[in-house]
């Protein structure tokens, strides 16, 4: 399976060139060529497999330069129960017809977990099958959570090391906690003054610098990044919306081929597209639901078919999803209008910040797609409700998925079971969940995740325990002019 740019450039690489290389050389998207698909007697099969089993099934129909032998042993280590305790995707049955597919019982407590355990690997590998011999310096720029799970992916991992710059003054004091005391010996992590634009441009700065590349090429490494445009972050992605509706299958919740809806609460449009690549294979999935929080500009390109980015930007309690421009919406774009007309888009978005799609690709969309949002004290009502009248503890996240999908529900008396994503443990934002159920504000961050404990009488997941007692490793602060010096140094390299 050959994998080609959304914006018709000459790219046409294998699997692990397309992992390797992140983006096109005119800018797009990898894509594969043709998307695979399930039908009723795979699913069948799938439902007698675990998770790794599954991951590695589904991994095997869009990485084809991979060995099954490959991905199940990768995918066997990336999801094993003692790094995603409690499962790797469980579900959560909370009414008759609402279900939670929980994806934060990983190493960071949140769903980029899912991808960045398994996403390192498949790169080590493509760097053994590329027939590279430089390591890989993966390079982050992060506001918090980012950083963390793109640490705990990369830790240890062959031919490739991972250094993470963040904003001194930009990340919570249990993101900086999590970074400072990041274990594995191929890591490195710096904060830098300034604000997080400041660390974005700086790596962005040293990503462009051709003596850089040249210098480290000479010491036999090249530069990479973990974005979530890669597709290594993104087929990994469609494997739990597959484990989902076999577990459904499994507990007796729905029969083999019918239908569900799910709602995806949304930000770079990754993991909702993830759902719609599962619905193209076969998969039995009906209404897709993209979520938004008071950043709802995709709500409005649902609705009205343009997109415009020149708007307010708002700072709201669900952070990850505070995103003006929806990468991965380009490659929505181009599975149902082609090439030319994403190049298009995409170059009226750079120039002018906004475009509009044509009648034709705005029907096309409202067959799958319903876009609704949630505002900020919506966010802390269903927090508070889904506590008190389900004894169920939700992050500010997966909030804003519930509350759109019981909009949803409200208007369409379609009758169909609603898959909920549920993208952060409700410790990792602790204290606006404390502060949404009692209506006041906890001691402090830290210890807002033992007075959610006593208040819910849950538990602080594993990786968010005890975090103010580990060992700081890493507590350097630089001056943003020094990010790539930084680089050098952390390489032991002399210019
Ligand atoms: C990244 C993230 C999202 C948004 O996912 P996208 O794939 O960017 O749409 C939602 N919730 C949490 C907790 C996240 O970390």
């Given at each position: 399976?050959?994998?080609?740019?959304?914006?018709?450039?000459?790219?046409?690489v294998?699997?692990?060139?397309?992992?390797k290389?992140?983006?096109?050389?005119?800018?797009?998207?990898?894509?594969?060529?043709?998307?695979?698909?399930?039908?009723?007697?795979?699913?069948?099969?799938?439902?007698?497999?675990?998770?790794?089993?599954?991951?590695?099934?589904?991994?095997?129909?869009?990485?084809?330069d991979?060995?099954?032998?490959?991905?199940?042993?990768?995918?066997?280590?990336?999801?094993?129960?003692?790094r995603?305790?409690g499962?790797?995707?469980?579900?959560t049955?909370?009414?008759?017809?609402?279900?939670?597919?929980?994806?934060?019982?990983?190493?960071?407590?949140?769903?980029?977990?899912m991808a960045?355990?398994i996403?390192?690997?498949?790169?080590?590998?493509?760097?053994?099958?590329?027939?590279?011999?430089?390591?890989?310096?993966?390079?982050?720029?992060?506001s918090?959570?980012?950083?963390?799970?793109?640490?705990?992916g990369?830790?240890?991992?062959?031919?490739?090391?991972?250094?993470?710059?963040?904003?001194?003054?930009?990340?919570?004091?249990?993101?900086?906690?999590?970074?400072?005391?990041?274990?594995?010996?191929?890591?490195?992590?710096?904060?830098?003054?300034?604000?997080?634009?400041?660390?974005?441009?700086?790596?962005?700065?040293?990503?462009?610098?051709?003596?850089?590349?040249?210098?480290?090429?000479?010491?036999?490494?090249?530069?990479s990044?973990?974005?979530?445009?890669?597709?290594?972050?993104?087929?990994?992605?469609?494997v739990?919306?597959?484990?989902?509706?076999?577990?459904?299958?499994?507990?007796?919740?729905?029969?083999?081929?019918?239908?569900?809806?799910?709602?995806?609460?949304?930000?770079?449009?990754?993991?909702?597209?993830?759902?719609?690549?599962?619905?193209?294979?076969?998969?039995?999935?009906?209404?897709?639901v993209?979520?938004?929080?008071?950043?709802?500009?995709?709500?409005?390109?649902?609705?009205?078919?343009?997109?415009?980015?020149?708007?307010?930007?708002?700072?709201?309690?669900?952070?990850?999803?505070?995103?003006?421009?929806?990468?991965?919406?380009?490659?929505?774009?181009?599975?149902?209008?082609?090439?030319?007309?994403?190049?298009?888009?995409?170059?009226?978005?750079?120039?002018?910040?906004?475009?509009?799609?044509?009648?034709?690709?705005?029907?096309?969309?409202?067959?799958?797609?319903?876009?609704?949002?949630?505002?900020?004290e919506?966010?802390?009502?269903?927090?508070k409700r889904?506590?008190?009248?389900?004894g169920?503890?939700?992050?500010?996240?997966?909030?804003?998925?519930?509350?759109c999908?019981?909009?949803?529900?409200?208007?369409?008396?379609?009758?169909?079971?609603?898959?909920?994503?549920?993208?952060?443990?409700?410790?990792?934002?602790?204290?606006?969940?404390?502060?949404?159920?009692?209506?006041?504000?906890?001691t402090?961050?830290?210890s807002?995740?033992?007075?959610?404990?006593?208040?819910?009488?849950?538990e602080?997941?594993?990786?968010?325990?005890?975090?103010?007692?580990?060992?700081?490793?890493?507590?350097?602060?630089?001056?943003?002019?020094?990010?790539?010096?930084?680089?050098?140094?952390?390489?032991?390299?002399?210019?």
């Amino acid at each position: 399976m050959n994998y080609i740019s959304t914006r018709g450039g000459k790219d046409k690489v294998s699997a692990a060139g397309a992992i390797k290389q992140g983006i096109a050389h005119d800018g797009g998207l990898f894509m594969p060529e043709t998307i695979p698909t399930l039908d009723n007697q795979d699913i069948a099969e799938l439902c007698e497999m675990s998770y790794p089993e599954r991951a590695a099934y589904i991994l095997s129909r869009f990485l084809s330069d991979y060995t099954y032998e490959e991905l199940l042993e990768d995918c066997t280590a990336a999801y094993s129960p003692d790094r995603f305790v409690g499962g790797a995707a469980p579900i959560t049955k909370i009414n008759e017809k609402t279900f939670m597919l929980e994806l934060w019982h990983g190493p960071t407590s949140a769903f980029k977990d899912m991808a960045l355990q398994i996403m390192p690997k498949l790169l080590s590998r493509a760097l053994v099958k590329t027939g590279e011999k430089r390591c890989a310096l993966i390079l982050v720029a992060t506001s918090g959570d980012t950083g963390k799970a793109a640490l705990e992916g990369y830790r240890d991992v062959d031919g490739v090391k991972i250094m993470v710059y963040y904003p001194v003054d930009g990340v919570s004091r249990v993101q900086k906690l999590q970074m400072s005391t990041q274990l594995g010996e191929n890591v490195a992590v710096c904060a830098i003054e300034g604000n997080f634009d400041d660390a974005q441009t700086g790596v962005k700065q040293i990503f462009g610098d051709e003596s850089m590349a040249e210098l480290l090429d000479k010491n036999e490494v090249f530069l990479s990044s973990a974005n979530s445009i890669n597709w290594g972050r993104l087929a990994p992605q469609i494997v739990y919306y597959v484990s989902a509706y076999c577990d459904l299958i499994n507990s007796g919740e729905i029969y083999v081929g019918e239908k569900i809806n799910v709602t995806v609460p949304t930000g770079n449009f990754g993991n909702i597209f993830a759902a719609f690549i599962a619905k193209q294979m076969g998969l039995p999935l009906n209404r897709l639901v993209c979520a938004s929080n008071k950043n709802n500009i995709l709500t409005d390109f649902l609705s009205t078919g343009v997109y415009d980015r020149n708007r307010s930007f708002y700072t709201t309690m669900s952070p990850s999803m505070d995103i003006l421009i929806s990468s991965n919406l380009e490659r929505l774009l181009y599975v149902m209008s082609g090439c030319e007309n994403t190049a298009e888009l995409m170059k009226k978005l750079s120039t002018e910040g906004k475009y509009s799609i044509d009648e034709a690709l705005k029907a096309k969309l409202d067959e799958h797609f319903t876009g609704l949002y949630c505002d900020e004290e919506n966010t802390a009502a269903e927090i508070k409700r889904t506590f008190n009248e389900n004894g169920y503890l939700i992050d500010t996240h997966s909030a804003v998925g519930l509350n759109c999908a019981k909009q949803y529900m409200e208007t369409n008396s379609d009758g169909v079971k609603m898959l909920v994503v549920s993208t952060a443990s409700p410790y990792k934002f602790a204290a606006d969940v404390y502060e949404s159920i009692t209506g006041k504000a906890p001691t402090d961050e830290l210890s807002a995740l033992s007075e959610l404990s006593a208040l819910t009488k849950t538990e602080i997941p594993y990786p968010l325990k005890d975090i103010d007692k580990r060992e700081i490793r890493f507590n350097k602060v630089i001056e943003k002019q020094s990010m790539s010096d930084e680089v050098l140094n952390t390489l032991g390299i002399e210019r």
